[in-house]
Nanobody
Framework: QVQLVESGGGVVQAGGSLRLSCAAS????????MGWFRQAPGKEREFVFA????????YNTPSVEGRFTISRDNAKNTVFLQMNSLKPEDTAVYYC??????????????????WGQGTQVTVSS
């Protein structure tokens, strides 16, 4: 089993920044990738960013290109999502996810086995 705990959400004005953290514990040696998804009220869960376990490859949705970055600290089993130039449309609950197998499509929620509880990000205009 793997446990994921997100932190770092909050309320920020448009143009501001937040850094989300996802700390993994348990059988982390079995993981092959980590991802971030988000879900706004009334909308489906949306892929945001992902990174493979070595950190050599990252994948992102076009809407966050140039504004968000993903990184990891393997020594601490933690993945970060740095979010800059935030927009009101980035408002959502952000979820961390972990995959046991290398995802064929990093953007598919069903490629991930473990999920965190989510952290709220609210961007005011």
């Amino acid at each position: 089993q793997v446990q994921l705990v997100e932190s770092g959400g909050g309320v920020v004005q448009a143009g501001g920044s937040l850094r989300l953290s996802c700390a993994a514990s348990g059988r982390t040696f079995s993981l092959k990738a980590m991802g971030w998804f988000r879900q706004a009220p009334g909308k489906e869960r949306e892929f945001v960013f992902a990174i493979n376990w070595s950190g050599a490859y990252t994948y992102n949705t076009p809407s966050v290109e140039g504004r968000f970055t993903i990184s990891r600290d393997n020594a601490k089993n933690t993945v970060f999502l740095q979010m800059n130039s935030l927009k009101p449309e980035d408002t959502a609950v952000y979820y961390c996810a972990a995959a046991l197998n290398p995802p064929g499509d990093y953007g598919r929620p069903d490629a991930y086995t473990y999920w965190g509880q989510g952290t709220q990000v609210t961007v005011s205009s």
